[in-house]
């Protein structure tokens, strides 16, 4: 016997195990939360903080082991990026007490609890900003951006002749980073969440936008700088794993790679993303793989998380067309690449949603009606495939979109090649194959997905030898693998032909070596 099988044989993962309560240093899968659209406790139509913390046990079972919530400070508006009081909940969602007491029980299930944080800009209904408008001569006055004409994202004043910079809307005013004691006070506020508020860090919104410089609003000097300067301060009073940060830089790889080394700890993947959806969307493997090597080899998988969607855009059932079996694939190669994988609510079930953005946030569908979510109106209805894409549906059909999710979370969260290892991408010779390896010292997990409508052939084995575990010199390599996605895990010598639209996921089980004799 060789000792990779051995060593192979040992490191079979415990899949099915109970999720472990010690954090670990780097968040495994995060799921994002609404927490307006997540389940309502009292029966007002708005989904809140006990509601949430009452649906711990869901969310842990789908095996995250991190949440992000969208904006929970104070705001006017229904999704919370204009926030009036950084440092009080949204009396919507409950109090401080309440966001206190849903940590420690999130804590209690193993999750980590980050938290939206909005730098580039507050409401204008902000105590700030409205002393900023009313008084020339406020303290506040220079924390925003003034001028005598007007121009593009210049808004006028309600109050005199003069116009102020908001770059997404007159209701959100942009924070002026060039004085100093703007920056001073976002840190006070990161410590009164890190510290009074137990979170374990933050999703910081529209980072790239952060200091204008003239008429250049993204990505300028300034904004690396104050990134720098935030992140730092954050590690220095809350070193990881207690804290983790990840901005939203919404733009190409070359760009997002410039936030590094230094400045935030992680960033979206949105090119990754972008070209995952695009392979399921056309079964073409197209640049999936080598955007994924573009950040592999410029940093390691903790600081960057690919995703499927977020809040912003269009969710995978609808921009796939109402196709289940491309939404599993999708999955599957999210949950099984490198990076700290985002999952956006109701993802996992399927639910539809299109622009414009309140139907892209519509109520969790916990089961055939709105009473799943709550027992009063809720305050925006639900996606009408409630009646068919529901938790309660899907929770006891094995071969469920859930179940998928919930196999593939507690997979990643067990075996350490998934989580950990590097990829390997594999050259199918087949434009709708994608094949990769997750590669973990003497362990390996192999991903087939067949994106096309045909049966397609398995890479040759001879395909797969370079990535393999490398065995010993002069020896000639087979190899067995266990299906991770079969019930059972049965075991096979040889890869299948690959069905259509469907993965496949295999970990290594033995590795068999014969002295290689002459003929
Ligand atoms: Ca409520
Ligand atoms: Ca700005």
């Not at 954090?23 to 949430?52: A, K, M, W």
Request: net charge negative; hydrophobic share 35%; charged share 20%.
């Amino acid at each position: 016997m060789h000792p990779l099988v051995l060593l192979a044989l040992l490191q079979v993962g415990t899949v099915g195990a109970q999720h472990a309560a010690p954090l670990r240093q780097h968040p495994t899968t995060c799921y994002e939360v609404f927490v307006r659209s997540f389940y309502d406790s009292n029966g007002d139509g708005i989904g809140d903080l006990r509601g949430l913390t009452q649906k711990l046990d869901y969310i842990s079972g789908l095996g995250a082991d991190c949440v992000w919530l969208m904006p929970v400070a104070e705001s006017p508006s229904y999704h919370g990026y204009d926030v009036t009081d950084y440092n009080r909940i949204e009396p919507d969602y409950g109090t401080n007490d309440d966001f206190k007491a849903f940590v420690a029980a999130a804590h209690q299930h193993g999750i980590r609890v980050l938290v939206d944080l909005v730098l580039n800009h507050t409401s204008s209904q902000h105590p700030w900003f409205q002393e900023a408008l009313q008084d020339t001569a406020s303290p506040h006055r220079s924390w925003y951006r003034w001028s005598k004409t007007p121009g593009n994202n210049w808004h006028k004043s309600p109050v005199r002749d003069e116009y102020y910079f908001g770059l997404f809307w007159s209701g959100m005013p942009d924070l002026n980073y060039e004085n100093p004691a703007v920056l001073e006070e976002m840190k006070r506020v990161a410590r009164f969440w890190l510290d009074s508020m137990q979170v374990d860090g933050f999703r910081l919104d529209a980072v790239r936008h952060l200091v204008e410089v003239g008429n250049e609003f993204s990505n300028t000097p300034a904004t690396h700088q104050v990134l720098r300067d935030f992140g730092q301060y954050v590690r220095s009073i809350a070193p990881p794993p207690r804290s983790y940060t990840i901005g939203e830089v919404w733009d190409n790889t070359d760009v997002i790679l410039t936030y590094y080394p230094d400045q935030l700890d992680a960033y979206f993947a949105f090119p990754i993303s972008e070209a995952l959806m695009e392979a399921v969307r056309t079964r073409k493997v197209g640049g999936l793989l080598p955007t994924v090597e573009q950040f592999a080899r410029a940093e390691p998988a903790w600081r960057w998380a690919p995703f499927q969607r977020n809040h912003d855009q269009t969710r995978t059932m609808t921009a796939l067309g109402n196709d289940t079996a491309g939404a599993k694939l999708a999955a599957t190669i999210l949950l099984t690449l490198p990076g700290v994988p985002f999952v956006y609510y109701g993802e996992e079930i399927g639910m539809t949603g299109d622009k414009p953005d309140e139907r892209l946030r519509t109520p969790m569908q916990w089961s055939a009606s709105s009473r799943g979510f709550t027992s009063g109106k809720p305050w925006e209805s639900l996606q009408s495939d409630t009646l068919t894409a529901n938790v309660a549906a899907e929770d006891g059909r094995p071969g469920s979109l859930l179940n998928l999710y919930r196999k593939l979370t507690h997979l990643r969260a067990t075996n350490g090649a998934l989580r950990e290892g590097r990829l390997e991408p594999i050259e199918s010779g087949n434009e709708s194959v994608l094949a990769y390896m997750r590669v973990q010292d003497s362990s390996a997990v192999l991903v087939l997905v067949n994106l096309g409508g045909t049966a397609a052939s398995a890479p040759a084995p001879s395909s797969l030898v370079g990535s393999l575990p490398a065995p010993a010199v002069g020896v000639q390599l087979q190899v067995g693998w266990r299906d991770l996605l079969a019930r059972g895990n049965p075991r096979r010598r040889s890869l299948p032909v690959l069905a259509p639209r469907r993965a496949y996921v295999y970990e290594l089980s033995e590795v068999v070596t014969t002295k290689r004799t002459n003929r």
